[in-house]
């Protein structure tokens, strides 16, 4: 979710879960109550949520304040601060090269987070090849439009889509 719009749309929407992306630290309460409220799982974009840190007491704090079921994030010592925590992690990748993949790889072998997140998600064989290397499950998020597009990443092996576009919710 990047707009309260959004945010607002979730509510009444099907989808289980939201990862948020919008918001601040003084409005995450009453996000969070919402999301909550009705049904939702909410997952905090530590790098996307204004007046957040990264560091293990970001992540203790909203875990304790704010009652969230997990974060999403770059970083590893993020992914070892929600586990402590006692909430779920996300740890989102980026394949913007063969490199790129490998380091990805061992991070996530290193830190252990509940799911992955590869980003972009138009990429079946980039998708593929993830889900073979890895064993948690998979997200693919980031420039993914249209329904066919879905049904091509979840062929390619993706757990679950992030999506932005209300209609495809």
């Given at each position: ?12 929407s099907s989808v ?141 092996g993706a757990n ?10």
């Amino acid at each position: 979710m990047t707009s309260i719009d959004q945010i607002e749309a979730a509510v009444n929407s099907s989808v289980e879960r939201v990862i948020l992306m919008a918001g601040d630290i003084m409005n995450l309460s009453s996000i969070v109550k919402s999301l909550h409220d009705s049904g939702k799982k909410v997952f905090v974009h530590l790098e996307m949520v204004g007046g957040l840190g990264r560091d293990h007491s970001a992540v203790q704090y909203i875990a304790e304040r704010f009652g969230v079921d997990g974060i999403v994030t770059t970083k590893t010592n993020a992914v070892n601060a929600a586990r402590q925590a006692g909430i779920l992690s996300i740890q989102r990748v980026f394949a913007i090269d063969s490199p790129a993949l490998e380091t990805a790889v061992k991070m996530i072998r290193q830190a252990r987070p509940d799911e992955v997140e590869l980003m972009p998600g138009l990429m079946p064989r980039v998708i593929q090849e993830m889900k073979q290397r890895i064993e948690q499950p998979l997200i693919v998020g980031g420039l993914i439009r249209t329904e066919e597009e879905i049904k091509q990443a979840l062929a390619s092996g993706a757990n679950h889509l992030s999506i932005g576009s209300v209609e495809h919710w």
